[in-house]
């Protein structure tokens, strides 16, 4: 690639490790981010790179994100709000956060005249599918939850800035990303769970929620290669596994990796584990299959890694 790359939220989870990626491979890459939830211990190790910057800005001021985004050939948009339980509690979160937020990122585009953007979404735009695993065109998309609501909202104001000013994005819809430097999600509650009391794990619903899992790694590889492969005006991918793994089967793996016996498993009940939850979520990945992708890592692999690597194994 070689490019100017700017990476909203790429202190972040996932925004860390693309950053690694993309250095790694020559190009130049500025992250944007308000170190809300991401962690400048994550980028410490490019510090010393001439091709790194990162600059403190939070998406919500657009003047300070007009300049940062100047002379840039391409935006990474991770930055959002991640916590899908949140909404129950504060429903503007999403409002603020993502689609406010994922607007004044276009507008910066508009201004500075640049024309390409990936965007990172998510599987929960679906709804509950009755279609598993699900198509990209699969619809009508009814989520149920407002932080699917509003990446569903972002999706759409994306399509129609490169409709109506000659840009071109891609949209990836993932399904449960995991690895190292994870901060949320049932991993990481799970291992803090155990930690707190190593002889019971509560697990939120009924235990049988299957859901797909994907090592960050490959969730990488995934968004790079559909992006080499593809270049139509909005470009939308599913990005996860192959298979699905309980929510039981992932407190077992976490059990294990970190050596304890006789826990006990202690189920709040009903098939969601909160307000907006899917119970079941896998996603189709024949389209970006079909032009030659396939995961390295299935769901336990993914889990189990994971796990591992928030443990420092």
Not at 2 to 16: L, Y
Not at 24 to 53: I, W, Y
Not at 86 to 112: D, F, H, K, P, S
Not at 232 to 254: H, L, P, Q, R, V
Request: proline fraction near 4%; charge should be negative; glycine fraction near 10%.
């Amino acid at each position: 690639m070689n490019k100017r790359i700017i990476v909203t939220g790429g202190a972040g989870f996932i925004g860390s490790n693309l950053v690694d990626r993309l250095l790694s491979e020559g190009n130049e890459a500025t992250v944007l981010d308000n170190l809300s939830a991401g962690r400048m211990e994550f980028l410490e190790h490019h510090t010393e790179n001439p091709d790194f910057k990162f600059i403190k800005v939070d998406l919500l001021e657009p003047e300070k994100l007009k300049k940062a985004v100047k002379g840039a050939d391409l935006i990474f948009h991770l930055a959002a709000n991640p916590d899908v339980r949140l909404g129950a509690e504060n429903t503007g979160i999403y409002l603020q956060q993502n689609i406010i937020a994922t607007y004044n990122v276009l507008e910066a585009m508009r201004v500075n005249g640049l024309s390409n953007i990936a965007f990172t979404s998510t599987s929960t735009v679906y709804g509950e599918a009755s279609l598993i695993p699900t198509p990209e065109n699969y619809g009508p998309l009814i989520p149920i939850s407002l932080y699917g609501a509003s990446k569903l909202s972002c999706e759409a104001l994306i399509t129609s800035y490169c409709h109506t000013f000659d840009m071109k994005s891609w949209i990836f819809r993932f399904a449960n990303i995991v690895g190292p430097r994870g901060t949320h999600g049932i991993i990481v509650d799970f291992i803090n769970k155990l930690r707190n009391n190593p002889d019971s794990l509560e697990v939120l619903g009924d235990g049988k929620q299957r859901k797909s899992y994907l090592h960050v790694s490959d969730c990488v590889d995934a968004i790079l290669f559909a992006m080499e492969k593809s270049s139509d005006m909005a470009n939308i991918f599913n990005i996860g596994s192959e298979d699905t793994i309980s929510a039981t089967g992932i407190g077992e793996i976490i059990v294990e990796e970190m050596g304890l016996e006789n826990v006990e498993f202690k189920y709040t009940g009903g098939s969601r584990g909160w307000r907006g939850d899917v119970p079941v979520m896998m996603l189709s990945i024949d389209k970006i299959g079909q032009l030659g992708w396939k995961p390295s890592y299935d769901s336990e692999k993914s889990v189990r890694d994971a796990a591992r690597s928030l443990l420092g194994k």
